[in-house]
């Protein structure tokens, strides 16, 4: 594979998604995926563009966040991940790749949808980074339910305290430390628009994202500080096996798109880079659909 800046098709860029993925276990662990995704640790390749800064990105140990994370370090700045103390071994392996890249890395392992935890996690990334200029939200909760009838209160408060929740305390936690010109960058997704039938909890977490996204970006932009969104498609991670989606369909997921392929969490990467680089300074309360052709609004 090339890096991001080598001319091709999208179409073939990528082959799709064919696996007898078996279902994992929550939370899902990059090391068990079949294929295994594209982080970038390959291909992406930084120039310059968030030198200095400081990135705290949640769920950065795989996936999204891990891609994210590399393609930062790569960039030049320094990156605090957090993570389910179980994703350990898939963050370990970011840790590496952010240090390869000559970046300072912070682990923070712990669950975001407790308050206490998520308004640590702030404290904790100021410290190990000696500051901070970039919020990712990105950590997700998503589990396919057949049946109304079947998704418990349990499960429905836990994807909004995770999805939701979560991006509120930490945002609320980190504004004191974020200065002029500070990015925050939240994750939302196509299940904003177009809500799959088995996802409702999760498909209405994303369209709050949207909404909580416009409405900061409107208050904190006199302050300096942009906020803005990523929604991603159907992208290939350990959330989808790991009862993301209804274990039938991970073996053709998103062939329905009309690229016909799902995309790889490197595809999604330079997305964050934009929005948190200077290059994006008039550039608030967007959100920016990275999701292989899917029309939304």
């Known amino acids: 594979m090339t890096d991001q800046y080598t001319f091709q098709n999208p179409v073939t860029q990528y082959a799709p998604i064919d696996t007898e993925q078996p279902e994992l276990a929550e939370p899902g662990l990059e090391t068990e995926l079949t294929p295994r995704a594209d982080l970038g640790e390959e291909t992406y390749r930084g120039t310059g563009r968030l030198t200095g800064r400081r990135a705290l990105i949640t769920g950065g140990d795989s996936g999204i966040g891990g891609a994210t994370a590399i393609a930062f370090a790569r960039e030049g700045a320094d990156v605090a991940i957090s993570y389910l103390p179980e ?3 898939d963050a370990q392996r970011i840790v590496a790749l952010i240090e390869e890249a000559g ?4 682990a923070l392992p712990g669950d975001i949808s407790s308050p206490t935890a998520a308004r640590a996690l702030v404290d904790a990334a100021v410290d190990g980074l000696g500051g901070l ?3 990712v939200n990105n950590a997700g909760k998503q589990v396919s339910i057949d049946k109304l009838e079947d998704l418990t209160d349990e499960q429905f408060d836990q994807t909004f305290k995770t999805n939701v929740y979560a991006l509120f ?7 004191p430390h974020l200065p002029e010109g500070s990015s925050i960058i939240n994750t939302s997704s196509i299940q904003a628009y177009s809500p799959s039938e088995t996802l409702v909890d999760y498909a209405t977490t994303k369209a ?3 909404t909580i996204s416009k409405a900061l970006a409107q208050q904190l932009a006199p302050r300096g500080i942009r ?3 990523v929604a991603p498609g159907p992208v290939w991670t350990p959330l989808q096996p790991s009862k993301g989606q209804p ?3 991970v073996q053709t997921f998103g062939s329905d798109t009309p690229l016909g392929r799902a995309g790889q969490p490197a595809e999604l990467a330079p ?4 929005l948190a680089s200077q290059e994006s300074s008039y550039v608030v309360g967007e959100t920016l659909n990275v999701n292989g052709g899917m029309p939304s609004p």
């Not at 970046?103 to 912070?106: E, H």
């Not at 305390?169 to 504004?175: E, M, N, R, S």
């Open 103 to 106: 970046r300072t890395a912070v």
């Open 247 to 249: 274990i039938e369909k």
């Open 87 to 89: 994703e350990e071994p």
């Open 133 to 135: 200029d970039i919020l």
């Open 271 to 274: 997305a964050y880079v934009f």
């Open 169 to 175: 305390w930490i945002t609320k936690a980190a504004l």
């Open 208 to 210: 709050s994202i949207n």
């Open 227 to 229: 906020v803005n969104v």
